[in-house]
Every structure is written in structure tokens, then in C-alpha cells.
């Protein structure tokens, strides 16, 4: 039987809750929040929960808030893992898919272990696989 054991660090991601409504200016404010708690923490990987929070977002709105990550202090060496709730599948991996597309490392997850996991598996990795620069 093959096991395998992970240690995880608290200081080497961080996890955001939300609840409420998000509609395309408190989202964009969430991720202003992220951006800038990941930048002074120094800290690459996070996991934006938002199974609570409940919005209206359009696809229009989505790729705003995708056009929006720079403006709100992410790198491109951040990884960000969304969990949405079940209803919000194809929402939340349209939004990972614009991300990607313009070179976000951005996934959607149902599920924390699944977000965890593709936190942990792509240290090293962009969302096509591919050996980050510098590793």
C-alpha cells in the first residue's frame, strides 16, 4: 500500500471566507483584499471560499473581474484556488478558465480537499502543467 504525507504549513497559504452578496464591486474589493493580504504576507497560495456567498455575477461581469486581477495586486506567481458551491460550477470555471487564459494560475474547486489538493500538486506547476519560471 503506497501512502503518501504532506506537511502543510498555516504560514504557506491562506483561506478567505466570505458570505453575503457579491455583486462585481464587492467581488472586485475581495480580490483587492486578497491580492494585498497575499503581498504582505508574503504568501503565494490561497483558497477563496465562497460556497456562503450568493451573487448575480454575468458572464460579462466575470471576465471584468479577470481583467481586474492585475489592478488588484495579484502576481503572476499567485495561486488561487475558488470554491464554489454546487450550484456555481460552470460560473466559477468560466472565471478559472478567463484566468487561465490570460495566465492566472486561478482554479475552481467544489470541495476544500480538491482545492487543496491542486494547491499542493501545482507548487511548481501553471494550470497547463508546465514547470513554472524559476523552479
Known amino acids: 500500500m503506497a501512502l503518501t504525507i504532506h506537511f502543510v504549513r498555516p504560514e504557506d497559504f491562506i483561506r478567505v471566507r466570505t458570505d453575503g452578496l457579491l455583486d462585481l464591486e464587492a467581488s472586485k474589493q475581495l480580490l ?3 491580492g494585498a493580504t497575499m503581498a504582505a504576507q508574503e504568501v503565494e497560495y490561497a483558497i477563496v471560499d465562497l460556497r456562503q456567498a450568493r451573487g448575480a455575477l454575468t458572464v460579462v461581469d466575470l471576465y471584468e473581474l479577470v481583467s481586474s486581477l ?4 495579484f502576481q503572476p506567481s499567485y495561486h488561487l484556488a475558488i470554491l464554489h458551491r ?3 460550477h460552470d ?3 468560466f472565471f478559472a478558465l478567463c484566468a487561465g487564459n490570460r495566465g492566472w494560475q486561478i482554479g475552481a474547486f467544489g470541495t476544500f480537499e480538491e482545492a487543496f489538493d491542486w494547491l499542493n500538486r501545482n507548487q511548481h506547476l501553471d494550470l497547463r502543467g508546465q514547470p ?3 523552479t
Open 32 to 34: 483587492r483584499k486578497v
Open 70 to 73: 492585475a489592478d488588484s495586486g
Open 86 to 88: 454546487p450550484g456555481a
Open 91 to 93: 460560473l466559477a470555471h
Open 132 to 134: 513554472l519560471h524559476g
